[in-house]
């Protein structure tokens, strides 16, 4: 039975701080304007909205959701609440507005985005809700503003800083941005060369493959990709020791789930990390990718990443010294992954 239909990727590339607010015309000045389904950029995420819906308690309207995308534009794995994301606001056409933190609807939702970390260019979609004592269905929503504590932020020289003054984000509900709006963010921002399933690739160190993906579960929360590593050094390694990064499998919505998200997906992960290769040697594991909610998204993309400038700063360790020089910054083949 066939899983994936397009071309898996494999690609190999070398707390909590919601602070609510209220919008102020002055944070909304400071706002990078755009219209839906365009990526707003501010250095750290991309961002961009694809629906607005009547938000129901049953058959009653009691607010509005905004359904919002998010991609981590930076080198390392953050939430957004690392960037001191503020409270979300929903701008009425009379010129009401309705805070994200005016219910805890919208504070759980809220709370859902700030605190989910993102790998590098993984994708994340939620679901925004603004609920109010009172709406009129009638009164559409007009733009959403997405707030950031930027200047709190840049006291924080550990955190990656915006690189732009308009970070803030004020998104008009009344227009749909028109293009390939695709091109910006994406797995793709990752350098790396790409192939197909059953497909192996080399990077120096190792020849890896992906040979089947599955179901996990009935019902269904995840994905299993059955992954092949065949060690080429003329020594003992482990993956950890060239420094091997977290694991995307990326759906057909851009969304991405992790090798390192929740004890199973971690659990799996953890048999590649632990096991040492004799010279030449192969190995053979399933990854599982789990999501809760399951999302009817097919995957359309495995990234294996490795932090190839990490790797260069390691021990001058003779072994270590040989893997070094043969470890190249990208790896990938074509997969055509079926059961």
Not at 237 to 248: E, K, L, P, Y
Not at 280 to 293: A, K, V
Request: glycine share 8%; proline share 4%.
């Amino acid at each position: 039975m066939r899983y994936l239909s397009k071309p898996v990727i494999l690609l190999i590339l070398i707390a909590l701080f919601l602070t609510t607010g209220t919008l102020h015309s002055t944070a909304a000045g400071m706002a990078s304007e755009g219209c839906m389904k365009q990526w707003m950029f501010n250095g750290v995420w991309r961002v961009q909205v694809t629906k607005v819906e009547p938000f129901m308690d049953g058959s009653q309207q009691v607010g509005w959701q905004v359904t919002e995308s998010w991609r981590n534009g930076t080198r390392q794995e953050i939430a957004p609440a690392d960037s001191l994301l503020k409270d979300e606001v929903l701008e009425l056409a009379d010129g009401s507005s309705i805070a994200a933190s005016a219910s805890s609807s919208g504070t759980m939702s809220m709370s859902t985005i700030a605190s989910h970390s993102l790998a590098q260019a993984a994708q994340f979609t939620y679901v925004q809700v603004f609920r109010a004592a009172s709406v009129n269905p009638a009164v559409k929503p007009k733009a959403v503003t997405i707030l950031f504590d930027g200047d709190r932020l840049s006291q924080f020289k550990s955190k990656p800083q915006f690189t732009t003054h308009k970070y803030n984000y004020r998104i008009k509900l009344d227009c749909e941005a028109s293009g390939a709006q695709s091109a910006q963010g994406g797995s793709f921002e990752i350098p790396a060369t790409q192939g197909c399933m059953n497909q192996w690739m080399s990077n120096g160190p190792w020849r890896v493959r992906a040979t089947a993906v599955a179901p996990v579960d009935n019902p269904q929360i995840g994905w299993q990709v059955t992954e092949e590593w065949t060690s080429l050094a003329h020594q003992q390694i482990s993956a950890g020791d060239t420094n091997i990064g977290v694991q995307q499998l990326v759906l057909g919505n851009g969304d991405t789930l992790e090798s390192d998200a929740g004890v199973r997906s971690s659990g799996s992960f953890v048999q590649l990390m632990q096991h040492v290769f004799a010279p030449r040697s192969s190995f053979t594991y399933q990854q599982l990718f789990l999501q809760i909610p399951f999302s009817s998204e097919k995957p359309v993309k495995l990234i294996v990443t490795f932090d190839a400038a990490t790797q260069k700063k390691a021990t001058s360790d003779r072994s270590t010294r040989s893997i070094r020089r043969t470890s190249g910054s990208t790896l990938s083949a074509p997969s055509d992954i079926s059961g």
